[in-house]
């Protein structure tokens, strides 16, 4: 591997992007099962709940910060993001990014 790379890897590793999303159990990490419930793991036509398999980590952190800081309002997201620190809330985001659209 060239000299580049190996750092970006470890960054990658430490920093709880894709390298660790890869490793997390098939289900997802720690968590995730509070997602799936409501966001669908497969493509449901007539559901008003996005699914966020397949987006990008950084757009669903972001939006789960939004949620615990009250920033947007909601009925359940709030209480469900309140729940996740920065570090799991990340995890929980690397793993639905890699996850199949």
């Given at each position: 591997m060239g000299r580049l790379l190996l750092p970006a890897l470890a960054l990658a590793f430490l920093s709880g992007g894709p390298a660790q999303a890869a490793d997390a159990p098939p289900n997802g990490p720690p968590g995730a099962s509070s997602c799936t419930g409501c966001h669908a793991p497969m493509k449901v036509t007539d559901s008003v709940i996005p699914r966020i398999a397949g987006?990008?980590?950084?757009?669903?952190?972001t939006a789960m910060r939004e949620y615990r800081s009250d920033a947007w309002p909601s009925s359940v997201m709030g209480r469900i993001a309140k729940g996740f620190d920065d570090q799991q809330t990340e995890a929980i985001a690397a793993w639905f990014a890699v996850q199949p659209e």
């Open positions: 987006r990008k980590s950084a757009d669903i952190v």
